[in-house]
T-cell receptor, first 113, second 112 residues
Framework: AQSVTQLGSHVSVSEGALVLLRCNYSSSVPPYLFWYVQYPNQGLQLLLKYTSAATLVKGINGFEAEFKKSETSFHLTKPSAHMSDAAEYFC???????????FGKGTMLLVSP | DARVTQTPRHKVTEMGQEVTMRCQPILGHNTVFWYRQTMMQGLELLAYFRNRAPLDDSGMPKDRFSAEMPDATLATLKIQPSEPRDSAVYFC??????????FGPGTRLTVT
């Protein structure tokens, strides 16, 4: 069965600092991995996805993630945080044989001036 | 800009009442998902449909929850009777085949 672990329920950074949100996965098959962002009182919005092509995936709003098979990781990064990046971020892995996703518990990103 | 729409956005109801939530998936998407989000449990998959046929509803309490797709443009999630523990945000998402899912804005349900 697939699973996702997001390290840190809250991450705080200063505006302009590097953003690093960690995600480790467990999958019995080559994984399809996703990062979603949820702004307050909104639904989840797809940031980026890995579907076995390039290991470095670029997404919207300057975010990118690198798939590392040896570490079973898919960490999300952004070189310079903006106040508007404050939100909750979810990592997800596609379940084998199905269309469904398994989501992590989420990481709340806090950005201070 | 195609989006998943959900109605109502907010619902406050008393315990024992019936609640119906509606979702309009993105035109052309053949897979529809219902999720529930709470602080304690996070995101839980309740049910999903492919080409309007239910594929899995094992995440739903069977005695009170039901999900249907009367047609390709409408998915419904019904709770009868509602209980305070059903208070949550309910999301609908749609997708094409086995890839990314696109989420609606959610229905915030409060059962008193």
């Amino acid at each position: 069965a697939q699973s996702v672990t997001q390290l840190g329920s809250h991450v705080s950074v200063s505006e302009g600092a590097l953003v690093l949100l960690r995600c480790n996965y467990s999958s019995s098959v080559p994984p399809y991995l996703f990062w979603y962002v949820q702004y307050p009182n909104q639904g989840l919005q797809l940031l980026l996805k890995y579907t076995s092509a390039a290991t470095l995936v670029k997404g919207i709003n300057g975010f990118e993630a690198e798939f590392k098979k040896s570490e079973t990781s898919f960490h999300l990064t952004k070189p310079s945080a903006h106040m508007s990046d404050a939100a909750e971020y979810f990592c997800a892995v596609r379940n084998s044989g199905y269309s469904t996703l398994t989501f992590g518990k989420g990481t709340m990103l806090l950005v201070s001036p | 800009d195609a989006r998943v729409t959900q109605t109502p956005r907010h619902k406050v109801t008393e315990m024992g009442q019936e609640v119906t939530m509606r979702c309009q998936p993105i035109l052309g998407h053949n897979t529809v998902f219902w999720y529930r989000q709470t602080m304690m449990q996070g995101l839980e998959l309740l049910a999903y449909f492919r080409n309007r046929a239910p594929l899995d509803d094992s995440g739903m309490p069977k005695d009170r929850f039901s999900a249907e797709m009367p047609d390709a443009t409408l998915a419904t999630l019904k709770i009868q009777p509602s209980e305070p523990r059903d208070s949550a945000v309910y999301f609908c998402a749609s997708g094409l085949a086995d890839y990314e899912q696109y989420f609606g804005p959610g229905t915030r349900l409060t059962v008193t």
